[in-house]
């Protein structure tokens, strides 16, 4: 997989239906650990909610749970966990806490309410696209820096770290699929003078 979508941090949207107020918490999560502590996290602040209801999904395992936490089944989890897979997203943990406002909402109205709230959260969260990419650098002399810094972008990198002594030393990410057109760009435009050197894959935001 050279990309997957999740959300970028942490973030809560609220709203209220028939005096029923529903907070939606979103939260990027690697682990199942990680998901489990956030979720009781939010119990432990809403400790006197009438539901605080979870779903969750990760890449690593393949894992996907939810809960309904006393509300009638199919109506709160599933909602929930709907939205994320209809929004492709993954490492991704949402968490709805509702308090009751006294007023019925029926089988249809919790299902809206848990999605638009499971909806609302992963929006405020910011949903990003994390892309599969090389950590590279490449050594090159003064004379050669202006193109190589315009050349990074061309390709769809973004520079991170840039060390300046008797030569410059440009350390930056790139897609992995642009790795192979990043290098021959590098040996055209310098005459074959300078070479770039993997260090690293990892999934990042470009």
């Not at 690697?30 to 990760?58: C, P, R």
């Not at 006393?70 to 966990?81: R, S």
Request: hydrophobic share 35%; proline share 2%.
């Amino acid at each position: 997989m050279n990309e997957y979508k999740t959300v970028e941090f942490s973030a809560d949207d609220s709203f209220v239906e028939k005096r029923s107020r529903f907070i939606g918490y979103a939260r990027p999560v690697k682990t199942n650990e990680e998901a489990v502590a956030f979720i009781n996290e939010i119990k432990s602040n809403h400790w006197d909610a009438t539901h605080n209801v979870y779903a969750y999904v990760l890449r690593d395992g393949q894992i996907r749970r939810y809960s309904d936490d006393g509300e009638p089944q199919g109506t709160a989890g599933i909602p929930v966990l709907d939205v994320l897979i209809k929004e492709g997203l993954t490492d991704v943990a949402v968490v709805v806490t509702r308090y009751f406002g006294g007023v019925l909402l029926g089988t249809g109205g919790l299902v809206r309410a848990y999605s638009h709230s499971a909806k609302i959260a992963v929006t405020a969260a910011n949903i990003i696209t994390m892309s599969l990419c090389c950590e590279v650098i490449v050594r090159t002399d003064y004379n050669f820096y202006g193109r190589l810094n315009s050349l990074i972008p061309e390709c769809g990198g973004a520079v991170e770290n840039t060390q300046f002594t008797d030569s410059v030393e440009v350390s930056f990410i790139i897609p992995k699929e642009n790795v192979e057109a990043f290098s021959k760009k590098l040996t055209d435009a310098g005459n074959g003078k300078y070479r770039c050197e993997i260090i690293s894959e990892r999934y990042s935001k470009l």
